[in-house]
């Protein structure tokens, strides 16, 4: 059974930081892509970052550059989405993708940025 499982998800003041996680299983993650995408209420989703099935690739939303650094374990199936110097505007669900033959997605977990 394929998932994807997003966790790390909270509330957090701005300025601060989460680390998001996404545990895959049921496919060969490392031949996949990986993929956040992040939805604010009334707003379409949009990527955030990506990183290429060995990690030698990323690439970043121009509103997240320097401030949030996706990495990935494929030793751990797991891929990361470090984000420092949130702000209010970084406030959606956060949902991980894997691409490749196919495409999965998570269920999303929720970034809450607010004093």
């Known amino acids: 059974q394929v998932q994807l499982v997003e966790s790390g998800g909270g509330l957090v003041q701005p300025g601060g930081s989460l680390r998001l996680s996404c545990a895959a299983s049921g496919f060969l993650f490392s031949r996949y892509s990986m993929n956040w995408y992040r939805q604010a209420p009334g707003k379409e989703r949009e990527l955030v970052a990506a990183?290429?099935?060995?990690?030698?690739?990323?690439r970043y939303a121009d509103s997240v550059k320097g401030r949030f650094t996706i990495s990935r374990d494929n030793a751990k199936n797991t891929g990361y989405l470090q984000m420092n110097s949130l702000k209010p505007e970084d406030t959606a669900v956060y949902y991980c993708?894997?691409?490749?033959?196919?495409?999965?997605w998570g269920q999303g977990t929720q970034v809450t940025v607010s004093s």
């Open positions: 990183i290429s099935n060995a990690g030698g690739s990323t």
């Open positions: 993708n894997a691409r490749g033959s196919n495409a999965y």
